[in-house]
Structures are given as structure tokens and as C-alpha cells.
């Protein structure tokens, strides 16, 4: 028997073609001046949020038109398939990284959590088990890696010691792996309207993520998430359209150090942006991350970063919380992070 094929409904299809439009042409767009990021949403005319779907290009200062070249003016529509698709442009500011109070034993997900010769607080998300048989608290790398510029080793400490958490008496993992944090750029050439035209553009991030082995003279670690409860068991590391979009809509909670529980609702899975916080002032390319906006004011804050974000329903793990700003919160896709770390589930 042939197995039966999902289908897109009309709407997902309509989401479908943005997201490819979107995609097909962030290269020459993110060349524009003043672009701090790109998504699939809905067109805002007049202050107001209207039904149609658009490709949003989001500015740090909209410029009048006469002021700009022609090569540097963001275009109305964007082409894929033969098929013309409109572009909504809008202002917006940079999203911050989540830079980040009670001791916590057993380890569970929600706590604060921090190398232990640093002064800042992030969220332990939650503990997994790779295929070594040892457990590791997963966070970003931003948080147990201090952006890249920490050594393999180093000692993790739940509280954080912003929280109160002592250098040695608290220290419960040690740093083990992260997915590098890109800030270098590269020279591309890409076909445009007016012929090829030769770029500089920053390398893309994918995840903010790092784990950290849990010490084996510790007592115990739990996968157990705080108000969250435990976490579905997730393995799946496909990243396909139909699976995107079908997180579209959701409903979603985490627990984190500083807002604690909160509830938000998924508005996309396209999103692309610059993030900034990091060491020295940089800000970081990322690309295909899911955005949530609270449904009872804030869904994070920062000190936040680290969480898991799972179904609000089901607990299947969506997301890793590791930026936002005012009523939005940017997570990386579940999916890439647990294929990046080799993590075998959560």
C-alpha cells in the first residue's frame, strides 16, 4: 500500500512560498543598509496589523527613498517560482542575547547556572544523557561558554555567582562542547537586477548552544523541568518545511531564572536577524530561528537564556531560548541543536 503523503493546507502553502521567497533573496537584502532582520508575517499599514502575508524586512531607521541609491533601496517585491511576492518594511531594534536564585539539588531545568569565574547568571534548560552513558546540562554557549572565550573544562556552578553561588562548594558540571559562535564575515558575489554585484557579508549562526558534564561526585541530575515537568523524549533532527510550519501557531512555556514560568505563542519559524550582546560589543548573524511573543506580557527576560521551550500541551521540546526583546523571544529550532551537540534526545 502507497503511504499517504501530508498535505499542506492553503495557508501553509501560503507560508511555504513566502519562507522560500524569503530565503531565495536574504543574501542581497541583508546587503541593504539599516537591515537588522527578515521574517515571513503579516503586513503592518498605518500602525494597524492587516491579513496579508508578506515577506517583513525589519530596519534599524526607515530612509526616505530620494536619499537612496538605487542599488541600496530595499525592493516592494521579491520573485520566486515566476511568482512576485510583496515585501512590508518595517523599524524595529536589535534583539539582546538573554544575559542572565535558589541552590537546586538535585539538578533540574530552570535554575540559574554560570561558569564559576564569571558574573553573570543564565538558565540551566535541562539534563541529557549522551551516548556515553553521562549526564550534561544543556544551555547556550553564550551562557557556559562565555561566547567561545572559555577553555574545555571549565567549572559550572548552580547557583550562578551573581545568585550566590559559591567558586568551589557549588561547582556541580564542567564545560564539555559548544557550537562555535561565527562573528567573522566572507566576500560573496551574488546576481542582482543590475548585474553581479560583490558583497561582505557576516558568516551565519544557526544555534547559541553548549553542555556541560556533570560532575560524577555530584548528587544527581534529573530531566525534570521546574512548573515544566519532564520533557517529551525527542530524537528527531529533520528540520523539513511541513514540521516548521506546523509549530506555527502554538502554544508554548519555559521556565527560566528570571521571568520563571510564562506562556507564549509561535509567529514564526523564519526568522532571521542580528543579535546582539555579545563580547566586546559584536552582533551575530542568525538565520531559520523561531520567534515567540508572550501571551500574559514577556515570555523571557533577561537572565533567561538556556531555557528549553517545549509544548505547552504535549511537552515536546520546540526550542532553546537565547534572545529577545520587549514582547518577543528568539529560540533556536530544538532539532539543530541536538544534531550540532550529538545529543541523542532529550
Known sequence: MAMKRERLSPESKEYELLIRAKDANRLLIRSKPNVIGLDVGLRVKGGKVTKEKVVKVYVSK?????????TDLIPSTV?????????????????????????VRPLIGGPSISPHNVWYSG?????????????????????????????MGTNIIQPSQADGGHPVNDVVASLSDFVPLEFGSRTITIP??????????????????????VNDDFNGANREIHWVGYPKYYHDTSWNFIKRLSLIGRRVCKMGRTSHYTVG??????????????????????????????????????????????????????????????????????????????????
Open 123 to 151: 538558565t540551566l534548560g535541562v539534563c541529557v544523557t549522551l551516548n556515553d552513558n553521562n549526564t550534561y546540562i544543556l544551555s547556550n554557549n553564550h551562557v557556559l561558554a562565555d561566547s567561545n572565550q572559555l577553555a
Open 265 to 346: 505563542q509561535i509567529i514564526s519559524v523564519s526568522y532571521d536577524a542580528w543579535i546582539s550582546g555579545y563580547p566586546g560589543g559584536q552582533n551575530a548573524w542568525f538565520e531559520d530561528q523561531v520567534r515567540i511573543k508572550g501571551l500574559h506580557g514577556r515570555f523571557s527576560a533577561p537572565g533567561d537564556s538556556g531555557s528549553l521551550v517545549v509544548d505547552a500541551e504535549t511537552n515536546e521540546p520546540v526550542g532553546l531560548l537565547f534572545s529577545g526583546g520587549g514582547d518577543y523571544t528568539n529560540a533556536n529550532p530544538i532539532d539543530k541543536v541536538i544534531s550540532e551537540l550529538n545529543i541523542p534526545q532529550i
Open 192 to 213: 542582482t537586477p543590475f548585474g553581479p554585484m560583490t558583497i561582505t557579508i557576516r558568516n551565519t549562526n544557526y544555534v547559541d548552544a553548549a553542555i556541560a558534564q
Open 62 to 70: 526607515k530612509i526616505e527613498k530620494e536619499f537612496l541609491s538605487e
Open 79 to 103: 520573485e520566486i517560482d515566476g511568482k512576485q511576492v510583496s515585501v512590508d518594511v518595517e523599524e524595529g531594534k536589535i534583539d539582546r542575547i538573554h544575559r542572565f536564585d535558589l541552590r
